[in-house]
């Protein structure tokens, strides 16, 4: 992973997770080529463990296949809820939780 080619290591991202792709505004340039070019997706694997998906791969640059950063993704379900989380040095770091019932209990105004 490498923090020259990067404009703020780890970014808050809220609870944006990205299972695929590259958070590019983050992207200031390979530090190993000096060129800002398109950035690919390397080594991408996926392993479901135990009720959990882990989707892992790099972040790599288009003209030397520098390292650029390492992607992990990460989806499960706990109770009633979708439980997403998101680290990488280009894209961030992030969390979101969804319920999975019509209505989210959380969200629910008291009656009284």
Sequence with gaps: MCADCVQKEYPERGNTCLENGSFLLNYVGCAECRKRDFVLITNRTQDDDDGEEIVTYDHVCQNCHHIIAQHEYT???????????????????????????????????PLF
Excluded at 75 to 96: I, N, R
């Design 75 to 109: 989806f499960t379900v706990v109770d009633d809820y979708q439980e997403y989380t998101m680290l990488c040095m280009l894209c961030g770091k992030a969390e979101d939780s969804i319920s999975i019932l019509p209505d989210d209990p959380r969200q629910m105004a």
